[in-house]
């Protein structure tokens, strides 16, 4: 084997003679060097301008840096400029692992003029590096410490000398503070977004799950105000309701309460951080069922505005969280109530449809204007037909659905008007006398380097 090809430390700088020139030259490009990495907007500009002049600085193919791990002792890829980009933030080597990782151990530079010779050098898979040959690696000094290794490789046989071993030393130590200043300011950004998005969303959820509130209350109110009236009327001699319909008013009003109080462990899981989607299931139930029970807790709600049902509703699965979509469909049915005509009908169908299970809420007004059919679902928007209303419930509805998997938007009813389309994955039943899928349908009109 050939000197050329022997696996060598660094050469000592001390022996270099004294290059005037050149070292005006170094001097000029740290100075620039330097302005341009404080001037750096973000930490990904940060990265590829090291990357970048300190490849044409030392006249090599390739610059990439690894920067140590917080808790572990590993180095990962930061920046590349002509190996695997999608590589940075995947690749490791633990320290002492490789080229990289010895220089970062031993705090010294470490070259190779031939690495595909070197017992030292760490073939990462999935990351290719056939091409190049000559490598060397330098350590990131901050405080005592090393905080990272910045590497150059070379496609042809390179012996590093002691010039630009020195010189690439200067850069690491010129950007050993640099980098850590600018990945603790990174940090601490990332750290000020993640707080700031977790407020938001604590903010939205509060906003999402008190506007549940609502509706629970308008029902406990309604029938409230039933029992009021039946007092009342039997005080005056009046017809005395039936004790099996006094016990229904009660019982569901108590199931409002019950539901009140879930709502309330909602609102503390929000205040927690657990989000919107926290304990969502993903099971089968029955829509029908879910649909009918909806509707009977909101009768008193209902009761001056007729029920028009269509389509056939036996044996419709669906899959997603029931409790979220009853919430969904409460919401769908209480703003129909709000803006329908008075005594005018809702009405509410179902149907099979490319794999969906999807429902319809309706009534007999003139609807919402196509142009709005999106931004209705923004938070806190209220339009000029429909100015009532916190602007929240539908949101929450969009909110709901999505995080449960499903769908919920805005379409023609056929007759002038709009109508809120909720839908859920079907859960398909299989016919035990031919093994295939149920035919039943729903119509309704409508490295290391």
């Not at 022997?6 to 022996?15: G, I, L, N, V, W």
């Not at 920046?79 to 080229?99: F, H």
């Not at 209902?302 to 979509?325: A, N, Q, S, V, Y």
């Not at 100015?387 to 995080?403: E, H, Q």
Request: aromatic fraction near 6%; glycine fraction near 10%.
């Amino acid at each position: 084997m050939s000197s050329v090809n022997k696996p060598t430390e660094a050469a000592p700088a001390d022996a270099a003679p004294f290059d005037g020139e050149r070292k005006l030259r170094e001097l000029e490009f740290l100075h620039e060097f330097a302005k341009l990495l404080t001037t750096a907007r973000n930490w990904d500009e940060l990265m590829r301008t090291i990357v970048d002049r300190t490849t044409t600085a030392l006249d090599v193919d390739v610059c990439s840096v690894y920067l140590m791990e917080r808790d572990v002792a590993r180095l990962r890829l930061a920046a590349t400029n002509g190996l695997d980009r999608d590589q940075i933030g995947v690749v490791t080597l633990a320290v002492g692992e490789g080229l990289t990782g010895h220089a970062a151990m031993i705090g010294q530079p470490v070259a190779s003029p031939d690495v595909r010779v070197d017992p030292r050098f760490k073939w990462v898979p999935g990351f290719d590096q056939s091409q190049f040959v000559s490598m060397l690696s330098v350590p990131l000094p901050w405080n005592d410490s090393v905080i990272g290794v910045i590497n150059l490789q070379a496609i042809e046989t390179r012996i590093f000398s002691p010039e630009e071993v020195e010189f690439l030393v200067t850069i690491g130590a010129l950007l050993g503070g640099i980098i850590e200043k600018g990945r603790l300011q990174a940090e601490a950004e990332e750290q000020l977004e993640t707080l700031t998005a977790l407020d938001g969303a604590r903010a939205e959820l509060l906003a999402v799950v008190t506007h549940e509130l609502r509706t629970p209350l308008a029902v406990v109110r309604a029938y409230l105000d039933l029992l009021a009236d039946a007092a009342v009327d039997a005080a005056g001699g009046g017809a005395t309701p039936d004790p099996k319909v006094v016990d229904e008013w009660r019982a569901q009003a108590i199931g409002q309460v019950t539901r009140l109080d879930r709502l309330v462990d909602s609102i503390l899981a929000s205040v927690r951080g657990e989000g919107l989607a926290a304990g969502l299931a993903r099971d089968p139930f029955d829509i029908a069922r879910a649909v009918n029970d909806t509707i009977g807790e909101m009768t008193p709600l209902l009761r001056e505005h007729p029920l028009r049902r269509t389509g056939t509703w036996e044996e419709l699965m669906g899959i997603g969280d029931e409790g979220r979509f009853r919430q969904v469909l409460e919401h769908l049915l209480e703003n129909e109530v709000k803006y329908s005509p008075e005594g005018g009908a809702v009405s509410v169908g179902a149907w099979r449809k490319n794999g969906e299970v999807q429902i319809y809420v309706t009534d007999d007004g003139p609807g919402i204007p196509e142009p709005e059919w999106e931004s209705v679902f923004e938070a806190y928007v209220r339009t000029a037909n429909r100015p009532r209303g916190s602007g929240i419930g539908l949101y929450a509805a969009r909110r709901l659905m999505d995080a449960m998997g499903g769908r919920v938007w805005l379409e023609s009813n056929g007759y002038g008007g709009s109508r809120f389309m909720v839908a859920v994955p079907e859960k398909r039943h299989t016919d035990e006398s031919t093994g295939g899928p149920e035919a039943g349908v729903m119509s309704e009109a409508g490295p290391e380097g």
